[in-house]
Nanobody, 124 residues
Framework: QVQLVESGGGLVQPGGSLRLSCVAS????????IGWFRQAPGKEREGVSC????????DYADSVKGRFTISRDNAKNTVYLQMNSLKPEDTAVYYC?????????????????WGQGTQVTVSS
């Protein structure tokens, strides 16, 4: 059974950091590109970052470049999203998802399995 489980969200002050984890089970993580998406209240879901399974190439939304870092540990079946210098506009539910692809894909409809999401709230 394919599963993706996110964790690591929470409440943090502006300028703070969080590290999200996405633990995969039921499939071989090495072969898949993993994406992080987020959805804020009243807004459409947007892509944040992704990392390929083939060569761990990465991609980031312009809004998070220089602040977020995606990485993967295939031995632990886990993909991480390190989020630094957090801003109130980063507040959203964050989801990880997988896609059978050798490159990063930006469109969420390309991804076939999703986690349940983890809430990130940036507020003073």
């Amino acid at each position: 059974q394919v599963q993706l489980v996110e964790s690591g969200g929470g409440l943090v002050q502006p300028g703070g950091s969080l590290r999200l984890s996405c633990v995969a089970s039921g499939f071989t993580l090495d072969y898949y590109t993993i994406g992080w998406f987020r959805q804020a209240p009243g807004k459409e879901r947007e892509g944040v970052s992704c990392i390929t399974g083939s060569d761990s190439s990465t991609d980031y939304a312009d809004s998070v470049k220089g602040r977020f870092t995606i990485s993967r540990d295939n031995a632990k079946n886990t993909v991480y999203l390190q989020m630094n210098s957090l801003k109130p506009e980063d507040t959203a539910v964050y989801y990880c998802a997988r896609v059978w692809a050798v490159t990063c894909l930006k469109e969420d409809y390309e991804y076939d399995y999703w986690g349940q999401g983890t809430q990130v709230t940036v507020s003073s």
